[in-house]
């Protein structure tokens, strides 16, 4: 029996917050993403008829609404307060005062994910009640968030901005590092989609070869009509047939492990490549708040759309990493399969044909997956190589001046 991963709720919490206090705010500028998906990780045969079902779909939406408008509230109340405070606050003292509201963010949109969360479990389970055959089926809801950064600027002290704090080629050296990681976290997906596929045909040929095999034995009285099927690791003892092929599928399947365990270790430097990449984004966010109040509109009009294009690259790439994580996943999902069949074959277990079917069939496009996200990385190199010029020119005299 197959499981699968499925993202049954999607929640904008930035949409949200912008409508209802947006217009309030002052200080505090929200995050451009604020995204609460409910991930549920359930076995195919209780997935299938709760996809299916509008009646359950509209009650699970419903319900993590609800849960989520609750959760919303008290956000919105600390976003208010920390927005008053930052009229006081300098713009050292403003800084400072950032990482909090970035920490009550992410608390909150984990509150949030957890009630979601939380009021799906309870829906599936009062759904399985009713639906006997389905008890026995399992079920896991989970919560996924993806945060941009928040910006707070202070109100008592403006001062002239630097070049240097609003350059952003802190954010440039940091995405053409994450770039580098990716390409090699591609390489390791392509060969391993190369393995994968040899794993399939070698697979394919031992459920043939196990097949016939038995059939033989059973024809000729060797094994008995109607027991249980002989394993490929007792075909030469049983059978007399040697199975070469056994040993390379064995080997082909431990270097997809191996192979897919480096690929997660890059994906990890990839996201803490991210989050630093977004750490910069607030330091340069924070510097042009300042220079709206300093320099001449013309200017600030023009760095304003370079950072914009900055920011909506990062905004692709964080999306991008992510899809990178679920390929990783779907390559893990794939390995499981991959040692199920096998092992259903050697130990000739009932039910080992269909496991094969699904091995077999599973797709291999880890690297189709990975190859999109080196593009959209390639082209935030690109934009925020641009943006550190168009930026730098227009600061010269800005510059001299001081």
């Not at 949409?15 to 195919?44: A, C, F, H, N, W």
């Not at 009062?126 to 910006?151: H, N, P």
């Not at 394993?231 to 007399?240: I, R």
């Not at 994906?267 to 607030?282: G, R």
Request: proline share 2%.
């Amino acid at each position: 029996m197959g499981t699968k991963k499925w993202t049954a709720v999607e929640y904008d919490a930035a949409k949200y917050l912008k409508s209802s206090i947006g217009s309030k705010l002052q200080r505090v500028e929200l995050p451009r993403t604020m995204l609460v998906q409910v991930i549920i990780d359930l076995d195919d045969a209780l997935y299938l008829p709760l996809s299916k079902n509008p009646t359950w779909l509209q009650k699970i939406q419903t319900a993590a609404a609800a849960k989520a408008r609750t959760a919303m509230a008290d956000v919105e109340k600390k976003v208010l307060d920390a927005d008053a405070k930052a009229q006081k606050f300098d713009p050292k003292a403003a800084a400072a005062f950032t990482r909090d509201v970035q920490v009550t963010l992410d608390k909150g949109a984990q509150a949030i994910g957890d009630e979601m969360a939380a009021a799906c479990d309870k829906l599936i389970k009062d759904y399985q009640k009713g639906q006997k055959e389905l008890a026995k089926f399992r079920a896991r809801c989970g919560a996924k968030i993806a945060l941009t950064a928040v910006v707070v600027t202070g109100g008592a002290v403006v001062s002239v901005v630097s070049a240097g704090a609003l350059s952003p080629i802190g954010i440039f050296g940091v995405v053409k590092g994450g770039a580098g990681i990716v390409q090699e976290i591609l390489k390791l997906a392509l060969k391993a989609d190369q393995v994968a596929k040899i794993i399939q045909g070698e697979l394919w040929a031992l459920k043939k070869l196990m097949s016939e095999e038995n059939a033989k034995a059973k024809k000729s009285g060797r094994v008995l009509q109607g027991s249980k099927e002989v394993g490929l690791n007792l075909f030469s003892k049983a059978l007399g047939v040697e199975t070469p092929s056994l040993r390379n599928c064995e080997t082909h399947i431990g270097v997809h492990k191996v192979d897919i365990a480096k690929i997660e270790k890059e994906s990890k430097k990839l996201s803490e490549k991210i989050y630093e990449a977004l750490d910069e984004q607030t330091k340069v966010a924070k510097a042009l708040a300042v220079a709206k109040k300093t320099l001449p509109a013309q200017k600030v009009g023009k760095i304003s759309m370079s950072l914009d294009k900055v920011e909506k690259a990062l905004d692709a790439v964080l999306k991008a990493t992510v899809k990178v994580n679920e390929s990783i996943d779907a390559a893990q999902a794939r390995q499981v399969h991959f040692e199920k069949a096998l092992k259903g074959m050697q130990e000739g277990i009932p039910g080992w044909t269909k496991w094969v079917e699904i091995a077999g069939g599973v797709a291999l496009d880890l690297g189709l997956g990975i190859h999109d996200a080196a593009s959209t990385l390639e082209k935030a190199v690109t934009i925020t190589g641009t943006a550190v010029q168009t930026i730098g020119s227009e600061l010269v005299d800005v510059t001299a001046k001081k």
